[in-house]
Structures are given as C-alpha cells and as structure tokens.
C-alpha cells in the first residue's frame, strides 16, 4: 500500500491545499494530511481548527486522513510509513525553497519528494496572503473552500 505525507501549516486551508491533497489521492493508496505543531508561530487558526476544517473539506476524498505532528517531518514519515512527501509547487520561488528541503529531507532517511505543479488559476494563492487581504476586508471567499471560507469571516468578525 503507497502511504504519502502531505505536510504543512494550513493557516488556514486553501483551494491551493485541497487541489494538491485531492491529486495526491489519486496517487497514493493513503495520503496522510499534516499539520505542523509550531509553538513559535501562534498563527490565526489554532491547531485543532485547522485540523478539524482539513478534516471537513477532504472528507469526500478516498483515503486521505488528518492529523498533526511536531517535530522532524522525516521523522512522522517514518512513524506512518510513508514513503513520499508530497509538495505542491507555485512557482521557481516554491521550488528553490521546496528543492533544498526535499534534499535535506531525502539525505536524513532516503524519504522522497514528489512535486505537484499547483493548478494554474491557483498559483498565485498564500494562506498569508488570503489573511491580509481578508483583514482588510476583501473579498477572499471564491479562493477557500467554503467551510473554510465560512470560519475566516468568523474570526475576523
Ligand atoms: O506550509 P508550510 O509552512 O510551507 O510547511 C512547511 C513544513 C511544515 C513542511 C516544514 O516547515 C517542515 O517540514 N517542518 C518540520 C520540521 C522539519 O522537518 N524541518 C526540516 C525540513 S528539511
């Protein structure tokens, strides 16, 4: 059974995320979806939000499941058994950053990194980006899915 790490803040979720995650599961028999644990980085949504809208929004999609880790990411991809790590890549900026971990990544336990293109109408989206522009009031819903969405405007008020 193919077993991938799909790892990353999600701060919050976006349709980014969930473009990747929803391919990724076309390709691996599980894909594990992971939530850094930060404790320097407090981020707008709280751990167990994030989670639980990841949970939300992959629901319909086979063998994709959620959960958080800390730590080295090599070290979760162990525990789980995961033989990838799956990336989705925006641009050259994504892949210089992404290239040089997946390279540290890889020499630590022989764990690869698979690279997705992000879809190109959604390339240009940052989960930060989204949060700034949605606290300064604009209009960031057709860029989330909707649940997700629906929890921003929450916490913005
Ligand atoms: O969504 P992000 O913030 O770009 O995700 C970055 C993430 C979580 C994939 C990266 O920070 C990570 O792997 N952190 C775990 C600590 C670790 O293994 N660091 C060494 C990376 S070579």
Known sequence: MSIAVCPGSF???????????????????????????????????????????????????????????????VDFCREQGAEAIVKGVRGAADVDYELQMAQMNRSLTGVDTVFLPTSPQLSYLSSSLIKQVARYGGDVSELLPPAVARALAAKLG
Request: proline share 6%.
């Open 11 to 73: 701060d919050p979720p976006t349709l980014g995320h969930l473009d990747v995650i929803g391919r990724a599961s076309r390709l691996f028999d599980t894909v594990v979806v992971a939530v850094l644990v930060n404790p320097d980085k407090a981020g707008l949504f709280d751990l167990q939000e994030r989670q639980d809208l990841l949970a939300e929004v992959t629901a319909d999609l086979p063998g994709v499941t959620v959960t958080t880790f800390s730590g080295l990411l």
